[in-house]
């Protein structure tokens, strides 16, 4: 146990330097980590480490669904949801139809049932990569927003594809009539119990004396007791999780009211998120060694050629796929043809980023290694290799010739949006003007208090600037390296203070205490001059 817990922090160093060297090279991360995940296994003296499948999924799964619920943005959901549902249930159940009859029939003894179950292990791709991916490059916020859309609802529909078709092969028995009432009962169901796990929540976070440590560990709690309320009646744990999310998140304002709370919160779960986006990649690297040695009869370079052939077959679909929805509903229908044509820019955006990552590689993991009888799962490791085979794909060639591709193509936003400059100054604009009108309207007689007073007077300097801000194209422009300077200049004085309060520790005068708490608002000025000054 010791040397597997040695093992596996050597093992999360080692991914940290990797990160900061994909950011140094302006490479997405997930790409360094999927080519380490492939080298660590095969590192000699690196022991192979073998986990619990069911322990994979109700580690992972839970909270990486639960934080791309939490992140959803309703208006924007309910703006692109056509889009994003042909993607997310459409796309998913069509490619888990091609690629269980392609491997059936390419992959020697691989049935049906287990051709569904690596179509619905391959079919979901992975918001995070394609984001970090896309991240500094100009792509239309539409994309954005239906790529995001689309992994939260296919992680759901993907893994329910995949627990039908596990079912099946664990009992010998499929009925698709029996399948589809028991699909929408058991995602119906498991919205039902989410929802009401999540107003549970709502109550003790809304009307319970909490502080930011409790709120912060009750949110990683959650999606755990979601999950497992939902599986304990035999319901959707996934959509437990994701209506769970969606409507915590919609909630939140009216929960986490301090901004310590909030704070603490976001810190703690881009942590957590980002150590099991690592953690996955590194136990599919450290499986590697076992996985190539399980596959029996079938050698590594049959191997790799099932999974190139499932990967282009995957590629394909998606590219087919986002390009017929795209157009062939405006050939039939007059109320899509009133809508602005999708043209092809943002159908090969959306379709060349369908990168599959850390969903697929816990369902894969997921598999049970033994049937009811006592006898191996078959071929389990031949699909984890083969999706393992398709993360690098599709991940590495994809996600390294995405930016190429839309450098290329040259793709400018599709909807009117206000850059993101004016849409922080309009939002201080109006907030900050709301202060004002509530101090004179409810505390008027507090102006003699000589901190109102301030307040009110830098409310109003603010209330200006935002103004000028948003007064003309040539001020904000010209503004631009104003803004972008101050910032650098107001990163070194805090630097230099954080300085002055590292010689005051070794003075008696102040308390630890007290300048833990200088320490901090500098931290959070520095996060309201980053973006005051984007």
Same mark, same amino acid.
């Given at each position: 146990?010791?040397?597997?817990?040695?093992?596996?922090?050597?093992?999360?160093?080692?991914?940290?330097?990797?990160?900061?060297?994909?950011?140094?090279?302006?490479?997405?991360?997930?790409?360094?980590?999927?080519?380490?995940?492939?080298?660590?296994?095969?590192?000699?003296?690196?022991?192979?480490?073998?986990?619990?499948?069911?322990?994979?999924?109700?580690?992972?799964?839970?909270?990486?669904?639960?934080?791309?619920?939490?992140?959803?943005?309703?208006?924007?959901?309910?703006?692109?949801?056509?889009?994003?549902?042909?993607?997310?249930?459409?796309?998913?159940?069509?490619?888990?139809?091609?690629? %269980?009859?392609?491997?059936?029939?390419?992959?020697?003894?691989?049935?049906?049932?287990?051709?569904? *179950?690596?179509? $619905?292990?391959?079919?979901?791709?992975?918001?995070?990569?394609?984001?970090?991916?896309?991240?500094?490059?100009?792509?239309?916020?539409?994309?954005?927003?239906?790529?995001?859309?689309?992994?939260?609802?296919?992680?759901?529909?993907?893994?329910?594809?995949?627990?039908?078709?596990?079912?099946?092969?664990?009992?010998?028995?499929?009925?698709?009539?029996?399948?589809?009432?028991?699909?929408?009962?058991?995602?119906?169901?498991?919205?039902?119990? $989410?929802?009401? $796990?999540?107003?549970?929540?709502?109550?003790?976070?809304?009307?319970?004396?909490?502080?930011?440590?409790?709120?912060?560990?009750?949110?990683?709690?959650?999606?755990?007791?979601?999950?497992?309320?939902?599986?304990?009646?035999?319901?959707?744990?996934?959509?437990?999780?994701?209506?769970?999310?969606?409507?915590?998140?919609?909630?939140?304002?009216?929960?986490?009211?301090?901004?310590?709370?909030?704070?603490?919160?976001?810190?703690?779960?881009? +942590?957590?998120?980002?150590?099991?986006?690592?953690?996955?990649?590194?136990?599919?690297? *450290?499986?590697?060694?076992?996985?190539?040695?399980?596959?029996?009869?079938?050698?590594?370079?049959?191997?790799?050629?099932?999974?190139?052939?499932?990967?282009?077959? %995957?590629?394909?679909?998606?590219?087919?796929?986002?390009?017929?929805?795209?157009?062939?509903?405006?050939?039939?229908?007059?109320?899509?043809?009133?809508?602005?044509?999708?043209?092809?820019?943002?159908?090969?955006?959306?379709?060349?980023?369908?990168?599959?990552?850390?969903?697929?590689?816990?369902?894969?993991?997921?598999?049970?290694?033994?049937? $009811?009888?006592?006898?191996?799962?078959?071929?389990?490791? *031949?699909?984890?290799?083969?999706?393992?085979?398709?993360?690098?794909?599709?991940?590495?060639?994809?996600?390294?010739?995405?930016?190429?591709?839309?450098?290329?193509?040259?793709?400018?936003?599709?909807?009117?949006?206000?850059?993101?400059?004016?849409?922080?100054?309009?939002?201080?604009?109006?907030?900050?003007?709301?202060?004002?009108?509530?101090?004179?309207?409810?505390?008027?007689?507090?102006?003699?208090?000589?901190?109102?007073?301030?307040?009110?007077?830098?409310?109003?300097?603010?209330?200006?600037?935002?103004?000028?801000?948003?007064?003309?194209?040539?001020?904000?422009?010209?503004?631009?390296?104003?803004?972008?300077?101050?910032?650098?200049?107001?990163?070194?004085?805090?630097?230099?203070?954080?300085?002055?309060?590292?010689?005051?520790?070794?003075?008696?005068?102040? +308390?630890?205490?007290?300048?833990?708490?200088?320490?901090?608002?500098?931290?959070?000025?520095?996060?309201?001059?980053?973006?005051?000054?984007?």
């Amino acid at each position: 146990m010791h040397q597997n817990l040695l093992l596996i922090l050597g093992l999360l160093f080692v991914v940290m330097l990797l990160v900061m060297l994909a950011q140094k090279i302006r490479i997405a991360y997930p790409i360094f980590l999927v080519l380490a995940g492939l080298g660590i296994g095969f590192i000699p003296g690196i022991p192979p480490l073998e986990l619990d499948p069911e322990l994979i999924f109700l580690v992972f799964l839970p909270p990486l669904l639960y934080e791309a619920a939490w992140y959803t943005s309703w208006k924007e959901f309910k703006k692109w949801s056509k889009g994003i549902i042909m993607l997310a249930f459409g796309l998913v159940f069509f490619t888990s139809f091609v690629v %269980a009859h392609a491997a059936h029939a390419f992959i020697p003894g691989f049935t049906l049932a287990l051709g569904f *179950l690596l179509g $619905g292990i391959i079919s979901p791709p992975d918001a995070v990569a394609a984001t970090t991916v896309l991240k500094g490059l100009k792509v239309p916020n539409r994309t954005i927003t239906i790529l995001e859309g689309e992994s939260l609802v296919n992680d759901a529909s993907s893994l329910i594809v995949f627990r039908f078709a596990l079912a099946a092969i664990l009992t010998g028995v499929f009925s698709m009539q029996q399948a589809t009432g028991q699909f929408f009962m058991v995602s119906g169901m498991g919205v039902v119990v $989410g929802l009401a $796990g999540a107003h549970v929540m709502y109550v003790i976070h809304r009307f319970l004396p909490t502080s930011a440590a409790i709120d912060a560990t009750l949110t990683v709690m959650t999606p755990y007791i979601l999950f497992l309320s939902a599986e304990h009646f035999h319901y959707s744990g996934v959509m437990a999780v994701v209506s769970g999310g969606l409507f915590m998140s919609f909630r939140s304002h009216e929960i986490f009211r301090t901004g310590g709370t909030r704070v603490n919160m976001v810190a703690v779960w881009h +942590t957590l998120v980002f150590v099991m986006n690592t953690l996955v990649f590194i136990l599919i690297g *450290l499986e590697l060694p076992v996985i190539v040695r399980g596959m029996g009869d079938v050698s590594l370079i049959q191997a790799v050629k099932y999974g190139v052939f499932i990967s282009l077959i %995957a590629i394909a679909i998606r590219l087919l796929w986002v390009f017929a929805t795209a157009h062939i509903p405006r050939l039939f229908s007059k109320k899509w043809r009133r809508l602005p044509s999708a043209g092809w820019k943002n159908p090969l955006i959306i379709g060349w980023a369908g990168m599959r990552g850390v969903v697929s590689l816990a369902s894969a993991l997921s598999i049970p290694l033994y049937m $009811g009888n006592g006898e191996p799962f078959p071929h389990r490791d *031949l699909i984890i290799f083969i999706t393992f085979v398709v993360i690098l794909i599709t991940l590495v060639f994809q996600g390294l010739t995405l930016p190429a591709v839309i450098r290329l193509i040259k793709i400018g936003e599709l909807d009117p949006v206000l850059p993101e400059h004016e849409q922080h100054a309009g939002i201080r604009l109006r907030l900050d003007t709301l202060a004002l009108r509530h101090l004179d309207t409810r505390h008027a007689s507090a102006y003699s208090n000589s901190l109102v007073k301030a307040y009110a007077e830098k409310l109003r300097r603010e209330i200006e600037g935002h103004r000028q801000n948003l007064s003309s194209d040539e001020v904000c422009s010209s503004r631009a390296s104003e803004r972008e300077e101050f910032q650098q200049i107001m990163f070194d004085i805090h630097a230099q203070q954080r300085n002055e309060l590292f010689k005051m520790k070794n003075e008696k005068t102040f +308390t630890d205490e007290a300048i833990r708490k200088a320490e901090h608002l500098l931290d959070i000025n520095d996060v309201r001059i980053s973006e005051s000054t984007v």
